[in-house]
């Protein structure tokens, strides 16, 4: 039996036309779609279980901090050659081995060594030393000035009052990690900050066998905690009671953050800040599952640590390079930066230079000084004082020579110093010491630096600038 086809008049209301009529037949029937797949429902017990989604901060820039960085930066090839010198013996070194250092010394293969040595009259100078080298009866070397050998000891005679209260420091680094141990190739990075000496495996760690004790691991020498002192392992205080800056005594109506002068965050970030802070306390000393903490409570562990490291430096301040090294030693996210950043209220990344540092905010008050004064900043001051001598020393020489050796036109210190530094393995240097196995290290571009050294030798030797050692003379022995 056939089926007529359906015939539909359509018409407008408002039209005198006839009606057109359309035959269902000739209407594409609808495809048929696919059911849609039901979608996944992500449920959380508790909102801290969220990843941590919220706007990146904007850097406020600490004028008196950054200022604090660039002095620090200022003087890092000082301390680096002073490193170097104080490794040997006599605290002198050949020109010759000097310029194998310069990747150690941050120090580009274009910037003449001769200068940059010249820019710190009061700390290094050039001499001439006796050699056994039947070619040459004397070799041009650099050592360390009476002024700056004067520093060097009285430092090492205040760590050595110290030695007690650096051994507890120690203990507590170690006491941070989750083995109790570290290896010595991170802890050289951490040293300096520390007021550590430069050999301090064999003045901290053989000294205090009843806390530390060296072993052998697969990634190399490590030192190892022998056990755990409960009156070491308190958090650190609070540095800055911010009630003092208050106007009035009444109680506050709303939670309050700590934040620096001048510095403003967005609604969310302010709730963020407020969350992590209520939750419970948790000490960065106790052992604990980070897989088991929510992504918060993760991130309020890893602020307590980085604030006791920190608190346990001598300026409060490291660089946050040092800091990555540790990041499974101490259970520290792999965006360290970014979460220093997330917290101003206690943190404060300096951009200046090539490496970043952070400060803990709560040591210094609102004009960049150290609410606590470590004696071991006696060395890095009196190291300032020492530059700035120097400074007035060269300009005194300009106004008698009118060879501007050592000048900032010549050299340019910001540049100069702004290097990124490179790790060499240098950092041994007072565990091999420093000898003439060095002139098998391989440098590049040797004929061209020879001729430029040559160059500022010559206009050094004019102005009276290198001294010469009798080969009986001032302590100096034979290279």
Same mark, same amino acid.
């Given at each position: 039996?056939?089926?007529?086809?359906?015939?539909?008049?359509?018409?407008?209301?408002?039209?005198?036309?006839?009606?057109?009529?359309?035959?269902?037949?000739?209407?594409?029937?609808?495809?048929?779609?696919?059911?849609?797949?039901?979608?996944?429902?992500?449920?959380?017990?508790?909102?801290?279980?969220?990843?941590?989604?919220?706007?990146?901060?904007?850097?406020?820039?600490?004028?008196?901090?950054?200022?604090?960085?660039?002095?620090?930066?200022?003087?890092?090839?000082?301390?680096?050659?002073?490193?170097?010198?104080?490794?040997?013996?006599?605290?002198?070194?050949?020109?010759?081995?000097?310029?194998?250092?310069?990747?150690?010394?941050?120090?580009?293969?274009?910037?003449?060594?001769?200068?940059? @040595?010249?820019?710190?009259?009061?700390?290094?100078?050039? @001499?001439?030393?006796?050699?056994?080298?039947?070619?040459?009866?004397?070799?041009?070397?650099?050592?360390?000035?009476?002024?700056?050998?004067?520093?060097?000891?009285?430092?090492?005679?205040?760590? /050595?009052?110290?030695?007690?209260?650096?051994? /507890?420091?120690?203990?507590?680094?170690?006491?941070?990690?989750?083995?109790?141990?570290?290896?010595?190739?991170?802890?050289?990075?951490?040293?300096?900050?520390?007021?550590?000496?430069?050999?301090?495996?064999?003045?901290?760690?053989?000294?205090?066998?009843?806390?530390?004790?060296?072993?052998?691991?697969?990634?190399?020498?490590?030192?190892?905690?022998?056990?755990?002192?409960?009156?070491?392992?308190?958090?650190?205080?609070?540095?800055?009671?911010?009630?003092?800056?208050?106007?009035?005594?009444?109680?506050?109506?709303?939670?309050?953050?700590?934040?620096?002068?001048?510095?403003?965050?967005?609604?969310?970030?302010?709730?963020?800040?407020?969350?992590?802070?209520?939750?419970?306390?948790?000490?960065?000393?106790?052992?604990?599952?980070?897989?088991?903490?929510?992504?918060?409570?993760?991130?309020?562990?890893?602020?307590?640590?980085?604030?006791?490291?920190?608190?346990?430096?001598?300026?409060?301040?490291?660089?946050?390079?040092?800091?990555?090294?540790?990041?499974?030693?101490?259970?520290?996210?792999?965006?360290?930066?970014?979460?220093?950043?997330?917290?101003?209220?206690?943190?404060?990344?300096?951009?200046?230079?090539?490496?970043?540092?952070?400060?803990?905010?709560?040591?210094?008050?609102?004009?960049?000084?150290?609410?606590?004064?470590?004696?071991?900043?006696?060395?890095?001051?009196?190291?300032?004082?020492?530059?700035?001598?120097?400074?007035?020393?060269?300009?005194?020489?300009?106004?008698?020579?009118?060879?501007?050796?050592?000048?900032?036109?010549?050299?340019?210190?910001?540049?100069?110093?702004?290097?990124?530094? @490179?790790?060499?393995?240098?950092?041994?240097?007072?565990?091999?010491?420093?000898?003439?196995?060095?002139?098998?290290? /391989?440098?590049?571009?040797?004929?061209?630096?020879?001729?430029?050294?040559?160059?500022?030798?010559?206009? /050094?030797?004019?102005?009276?600038?290198?001294?010469?050692?009798?080969?009986?003379?001032?302590?100096?022995?034979?290279?």
């Amino acid at each position: 039996m056939a089926v007529a086809p359906l015939s539909i008049p359509i018409t407008s209301p408002h039209s005198t036309l006839p009606p057109l009529l359309i035959h269902c037949s000739h209407l594409p029937f609808p495809k048929p779609t696919k059911p849609l797949l039901p979608l996944p429902i992500r449920a959380s017990t508790t909102p801290s279980s969220h990843p941590i989604h919220i706007p990146p901060p904007k850097l406020v820039r600490s004028p008196h901090l950054d200022s604090h960085a660039s002095r620090h930066s200022h003087l890092r090839f000082a301390r680096k050659l002073s490193t170097l010198l104080l490794s040997k013996p006599r605290h002198f070194l050949p020109l010759s081995i000097l310029r194998r250092c310069r990747r150690y010394l941050t120090l580009p293969n274009r910037r003449p060594l001769i200068p940059m @040595i010249l820019r710190y009259p009061s700390l290094f100078r050039l @001499i001439y030393a006796p050699s056994q080298s039947p070619l040459h009866s004397s070799v041009l070397a650099v050592t360390l000035t009476p002024a700056a050998l004067s520093l060097f000891e009285e430092s090492s005679l205040l760590r /050595a009052r110290m030695e007690d209260s650096l051994a /507890a420091k120690l203990h507590r680094l170690l006491m941070l990690s989750f083995h109790r141990r570290i290896l010595t190739s991170k802890l050289v990075h951490l040293g300096p900050d520390f007021g550590f000496p430069a050999d301090f495996r064999s003045k901290l760690c053989n000294r205090h066998p009843d806390r530390f004790v060296t072993v052998n691991t697969s990634y190399g020498r490590a030192v190892q905690l022998v056990s755990l002192d409960k009156s070491l392992a308190s958090p650190l205080p609070p540095l800055r009671s911010y009630n003092d800056d208050r106007i009035m005594d009444r109680p506050r109506r709303f939670d309050f953050i700590p934040l620096r002068r001048g510095l403003n965050i967005k609604r969310c970030h302010r709730e963020f800040l407020l969350r992590i802070r209520n939750l419970p306390e948790i000490s960065p000393f106790d052992d604990c599952d980070l897989d088991s903490l929510s992504p918060e409570m993760a991130e309020k562990r890893a602020c307590a640590v980085v604030r006791e490291i920190l608190g346990m430096t001598v300026e409060k301040r490291t660089l946050i390079d040092h800091l990555t090294h540790f990041r499974r030693d101490f259970g520290l996210p792999n965006k360290l930066r970014a979460m220093l950043v997330r917290h101003p209220e206690m943190f404060y990344v300096s951009i200046k230079g090539i490496r970043h540092s952070v400060y803990l905010t709560e040591a210094y008050n609102d004009k960049g000084k150290l609410l606590v004064q470590d004696e071991l900043l006696m060395e890095k001051e009196r190291m300032m004082e020492l530059v700035r001598e120097g400074k007035r020393m060269r300009r005194a020489r300009r106004k008698g020579f009118d060879l501007n050796l050592g000048d900032d036109d010549l050299v340019n210190s910001e540049e100069a110093e702004n290097e990124p530094e @490179i790790e060499d393995g240098f950092e041994d240097l007072f565990e091999v010491g420093i000898g003439d196995d060095w002139e098998d290290i /391989a440098d590049d571009c040797e004929d061209e630096e020879d001729e430029v050294e040559q160059f500022w030798v010559k206009k /050094a030797a004019a102005a009276g600038l290198i001294e010469r050692v009798s080969e009986d003379g001032d302590g100096v022995e034979v290279w």
